[in-house]
């Protein structure tokens, strides 16, 4: 294909396209990619970025839709005339750029480019979403173990559904307080400013895991024990760990991450299987959830949980789809 990605032209590129592009870069450099492997992924994704401006308006990645994409396709094969194998790997970057973004807990993406057929690619990392009892039985665990930290994370971040993120913002003050059911303000995704809200559980966990921790002048609820800020990164590494001692427990491999902690706690809430739910004996109602998350609409709420496909028609309809 003729090349297409010159100074002029990227300069021109939408900024928030370039940026996560950036991102992406760093983390392909994090997951010890190959030079070659790096260079040959960006400038795939580069190519579509540049073909964007010329005919997409120059939107955002995170703003194109499915036609955009299947656009994209068609010129490849139709005007750009290129091979089977160039195309499936120029598309097959851009859709793994794109199932990477809508993993990524601090990015609210509907990925419209999955939807496109004629390049089947698995997705990055399979969404994991954990039962109230599975959830239940991994924080009586990490109780019984002491790991008061793990159990208050894994509280926290069940009870107020936030991202790693804002999670990594909290301060202790707010859980010194029986009285008080929200942390902190944090700053979410916009630059928004909210609280966090938390229940019954992530209070016991705090009590525990602040008296263990005793007294000290860190105002931080995650610190290192030099006293350093934990990070988001410190976040993914309790959820692998949680994940060994979970699939110890149930007897099956069971991996998941903070953002499927936010994927789980949507899905019971909105399906009242939650713990919280219990009080009311039925469902949250998904305007309320969408708040809870700080969603732009409960549309994105809805996207976050489980895509019961078939399931949804038998229970609807009383008959099995095999």
């Known amino acids: 294909m003729r090349e297409i990605v010159t100074v002029e032209k990227w300069d021109q590129v939408n900024a928030e396209s370039k940026a996560l592009l950036k991102e992406l870069h760093l983390t392909l450099r994090q997951e010890g990619?190959?030079?070659?492997?790096?260079?040959?992924?960006?400038?795939?994704?580069?190519?579509?970025?540049?073909?964007?401006?010329?005919?997409?308006?120059?939107?955002?990645?995170?703003?194109?839709?499915?036609?955009?994409?299947?656009?994209?396709?068609?010129?490849?094969?139709?005007?750009?005339?290129?091979?089977?194998?160039?195309?499936?790997?120029?598309?097959?970057?851009?859709?793994?750029?794109?199932?990477?973004?809508?993993?990524?807990?601090?990015?609210?993406y509907m990925n419209a480019c999955r939807k496109i057929k004629g390049v089947k690619i698995e997705r990055v990392r399979k969404i994991t979403f954990l039962t109230d009892g599975e959830i239940e039985h991994l924080y009586k665990e990490l109780i019984r173990r002491k790991k008061y930290e793990k159990a208050m994370f894994l509280a926290l971040?069940?009870?107020?559904?936030?991202?790693?993120?804002?999670?990594?913002?909290?301060?202790?003050?707010?859980?010194?307080?029986?009285?008080?059911?929200?942390?902190?303000?944090?700053?979410?995704?916009?630059?928004?400013?909210?609280?966090?809200?938390?229940?019954?559980?992530?209070?016991?966990?705090?009590?525990?895991?602040?008296?263990?921790?005793?007294?000290?002048?860190?105002?931080?609820?995650?610190?290192?024990?030099?006293?350093?800020?934990?990070?988001?990164?410190?976040?993914?590494?309790?959820?692998?760990?949680?994940?060994?001692?979970?699939s110890e427990l149930e007897g099956r491999k069971i991996s998941f991450t903070p953002h499927a902690i936010r994927h789980s706690a949507i899905e019971n809430l909105t399906e009242g299987s939650h713990y919280k739910c219990e009080v009311k004996r039925i469902p949250y109602d998904i305007q309320a959830v969408s708040k809870l998350a700080s969603h732009a609409s409960t549309d994105m709420t809805q996207y976050y949980k489980k895509d019961k496909g078939l399931k949804s028609i038998e229970s609807a309809f009383g008959v099995k789809v095999s």
Not at 35 to 64: H, P, Q
Not at 65 to 83: P, T
Not at 213 to 236: F, K, V
């Open 157 to 246: 971040a069940y009870d107020s559904t936030a991202r790693r993120s804002e999670l990594m913002q909290v301060e202790k003050e707010g859980f010194l307080d029986p009285t008080k059911n929200h942390t902190n303000e944090v700053t979410k995704k916009g630059g928004k400013k909210e609280v966090l809200i938390y229940f019954d559980r992530s209070k016991e966990a705090a009590a525990l895991y602040l008296a263990h921790r005793g007294e000290d002048d860190n105002p931080l609820l995650w610190t290192t024990y030099r006293g350093q800020p934990r990070t988001p990164d410190n976040a993914n590494s309790w959820c692998a760990q949680m994940s060994e001692i979970l």
């Open 33 to 108: 990619r190959s030079k070659s492997t790096i260079e040959a992924y960006m400038g795939n994704c580069k190519r579509f970025l540049v073909w964007a401006l010329d005919n997409a308006e120059n939107r955002s990645v995170l703003e194109l839709k499915k036609k955009d994409f299947r656009n994209y396709s068609l010129y490849l094969r139709e005007e750009a005339g290129v091979s089977t194998a160039s195309h499936n790997s120029y598309v097959s970057a851009v859709k793994n750029w794109c199932e990477r973004l809508e993993d990524d807990d601090e990015t609210e």
